[in-house]
């Protein structure tokens, strides 16, 4: 596959770009991560979102726990070239790690964050551990 599409792309000085990952359709915010070039490779190669995690330094298929792996409709990239978004569809509804829908799950109200979204599956269920 050409990478040259890889060289588009104004990756940060650590070799990662951040990725913003939005539902086809309804167009809400699942999350934001980071990608690498293996990670974009992968995903453009499988169909499937793969993403570079800082915390764990290694390459992440999402849903490879969780079974809840995202299927990327287009990908595409902004105008500045520094962000990458992914429109994909969310295999059982599920984009988080706390077991909610969506990552953005905090709503400023009042001077709080209020958690706006359900658990729709305990994290426990998903990981067979709670996961921070």
Not at 46 to 63: I, M, Q, T, V
């Amino acid at each position: 596959m050409a990478s040259n599409w890889l060289d588009r792309i104004r990756w940060g000085t650590d070799g990662l770009v951040p990725v913003v990952t939005q539902e086809a359709g309804s167009g809400r915010v699942l999350t934001v991560a980071w990608a690498n070039r293996e990670a974009l490779q992968q995903t453009s190669a499988s169909g499937e979102a793969h993403y570079w995690s800082r915390s764990r330094r290694k390459l992440w298929h999402k849903g490879e726990e969780s079974g809840h792996v995202q299927k990327v409709r287009a990908i595409r990239l902004d105008c500045d070239e520094d962000v990458v978004l992914f429109e994909v569809e969310q295999v059982g509804g599920i984009a988080c790690h706390t077991g909610r829908h969506s990552c953005f799950f905090h709503e400023l109200r009042n001077g709080d964050w209020v958690e706006v979204d359900p658990v729709l599956k305990d994290p426990k269920a998903i990981y067979g551990k709670q996961r921070t």
